[in-house]
């Protein structure tokens, strides 16, 4: 089942892994008013991940500019965490897509193993179903989707997409690097709500 790969420590040191060479492609891109950046991260206390999460996820990784007058915070894309939802990605995702999928015993011992309650789960079906699709974001990626993923399918149908192999972390990768754009500040903003 797919939850067995979210719950091991190596699952999540390998996304680290990826967040490092996303913030690293930042960090090199620099400010856009041609300063340096330097390492400023914010802490984090997520939740869903597994028993022995490694310490590095006490960290969002993050950026300021060092350049007086600037001091631009530039917050890289992430696979680990989703924007400000306390709980990790991958569980976000995971969760609430097998409230959508066949068996509601499964679902339900799934809540109980990451420790996620009923009304959390309510909100994130709300958040893929009616708040994910008016993204910009979505607008945009939705048409790489042949055919295309129906609204009330999500997010079980971008699981089904991208995870071929249930024990695969590359795909794991590739669903959770495809959702990174909305990661970032103003990542989730649509038009007309704040
Ligand atoms: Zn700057």
Redesign the pocket.
Known sequence: MYHELIRHASFWAFLFFVDQQLAEAARKA??????QLHRADYPRKPRGGCENLPESYGKRLSFC???DG???RVTPRSVRFLGRKVYLGAVVVLVAAMRQGPSPRRARELSELFEVDRRTIARWRVFWREHFPQTPFWKVARSRFVPKLAIANLPRALLDAFIHREDSKEDWKRLLEFLSPITVTGGLLIEGIS
């Open positions: 620099g400010c856009p008013c041609g300063g500019c060092d350049r600037c001091r631009k």
